[in-house]
């Protein structure tokens, strides 16, 4: 938007200049005639007609320079104000479905079973948990409750001391929607496995 405004302005003193080159320009043309028409009886007539021709060109030159900072303005005005055929709405088929996930304890130990909830909107019809490579899930609607639930096994030799998992949302129209919750291993539990390991 401001590269416009600077290309309007331009545009609207390039005009203005101009304008005035030629008003001077006419002026002087006008000065030479009327000394010349001093030694002459009817010569001096002559030279009026011209001096009338750039009073009329001066106010047309004027007209233009207006003109055309009306149409800077004009187009600027255009370009700033958004038309409404441009304007597209989303159909709601082509949104994706909204999701929030929690899980039950946010400490597990290895081998234990950790219960992840989660909330969709309306237009959810499948939910999917899964850990990376080891497991994919499927939630299940608990209708009293209105939440999505699934079960998980945490690994007994986790890679790390925190296991994030990823839960995904789809509507009828195959949307999606991913979130992640994350587990975490108890510290000393994932210092022994760290030890055990070398």
Do not use: H
């Amino acid at each position: 938007m401001n590269g416009t405004i600077k290309r309007s302005t331009t545009f609207a003193l390039t005009a203005l200049a101009i304008v005035l080159a030629a008003v001077g320009c006419n002026q002087e043309r006008g000065q030479v005639t009327s000394k010349g028409g001093g030694s002459g009886g009817d010569f001096g007539a002559r030279t009026a007609a011209p001096s009338q021709a750039v009073s009329a060109s001066t106010a047309e030159l004027a007209n233009t320079a207006d003109a055309a900072v009306s149409a800077a303005d004009t187009s600027l005005e255009a370009e700033q104000t958004p038309r409404g055929d441009e304007t597209e709405v989303t159909p709601a088929a082509y949104l994706p479905p909204d999701v929030v996930a929690t899980e039950t304890e946010l400490v597990a130990v290895p081998g234990s079973i950790v219960e992840i909830l989660a909330e969709g909107s309306d237009d959810v019809v499948e939910m999917i948990l899964s850990d990376g490579g080891r497991t994919n899930a499927a939630f299940r609607f608990d209708e009293g409750a209105g939440l999505w639930r699934a079960s998980y096994r945490m690994p007994l030799r986790p890679a790390s001391n925190r296991i994030g998992l990823s839960v995904t949302a789809k509507n009828a129209e195959k949307r999606w929607r991913r979130v992640w919750v994350f587990v975490k291993v108890p510290s000393e539990v994932a210092e022994a496995d760290s030890a055990g390991s070398r």
